[in-house]
């Protein structure tokens, strides 16, 4: 992200705004993600988060520095996971499915209030006429934030491992071939990230962020604009 602004000789308010929402992304929606998985397993059952201490809105306690850095340079990246224990649940799988699915509607959440503020910006200058450059900044800062939680979201939920849209589509799977498969998730992600790596995925993935981000934004325009 923040290179690609760099190499369009983008002006100081889009440089500062982009770099403000990447922060607000790594201080707040990482922390978010990962404690919603947490506090989501604790509620079913699972103490292993709170002996971990991932119950916490702390960005210390959940922040991983390599996604940390991915996040700032190229808009996506990640936290240290959650451990899940799933024998605690009841019912694991379904346990199991719940968890992973706190974290990506976490992130749609607060997609969902960035694009709120992004259209109170645009009311707000529209009626007040304040600095075109401030409008530029929250322009940047409210959309970037947006996207940026919705590629979480959209990430998180691919059905592969160790992603948590594999625990979702899992449920649905015997329980022997579930934890079969799991057991080889480092390397299914290792053959993952050869596949993303390559620009496979670029197409498909951007397809359905736009999608997700244009029925957020719709909704969250009502309020201002109508139906």
């Known amino acids: 992200m923040i290179l690609d602004l760099i190499k369009n000789g983008s002006n100081i308010w889009t440089f500062l705004g982009a770099v403000l929402s990447a922060t607000i992304v790594v201080f707040l929606a990482l922390p978010v993600h990962e404690f919603a998985h947490g506090f ?3 509620k079913l059952g699972d103490p292993t988060p709170k002996y971990q201490g991932r119950l916490t809105l702390n960005p210390l306690a959940h922040l991983d520095p390599i996604g940390s850095i991915g996040i700032f340079l190229f808009g996506i990246g990640w936290a240290k996971p959650v451990s899940i224990n799933p024998r605690y649940f009841r019912n694991p799988k379904a346990g199991m499915a719940i968890t992973a699915a706190a ?9 969902f209030i960035s694009l709120v503020l992004f259209h109170l910006s645009f009311v707000l200058y529209a009626k007040f006429s304040f600095s075109y450059s401030l409008y530029v900044f929250l322009y940047i800062l409210f959309s970037y934030t947006a996207t940026i939680n919705v590629y979480l979201a959209v990430f998180n939920l691919i059905p592969i491992p160790p992603f948590d849209g594999s ?3 899992f449920t649905f799977l015997p329980t022997r071939y579930y934890f079969q498969i799991m057991r080889y998730e480092r390397y299914i992600f290792i053959g993952l990230l050869i596949i993303i790596w390559t620009g496979v995925l670029s197409a498909p993935i951007g397809f359905l962020v736009d999608k997700v981000i244009y029925g957020l934004s719709y909704v969250a325009g009502i309020p201002f604009y109508g139906v």
């Open 40 to 42: 989501v397993a604790s």
């Open 103 to 111: 974290g990506p509607v976490s992130n749609l959440i607060m997609a």
């Open 167 to 169: 625990r979702v589509l």
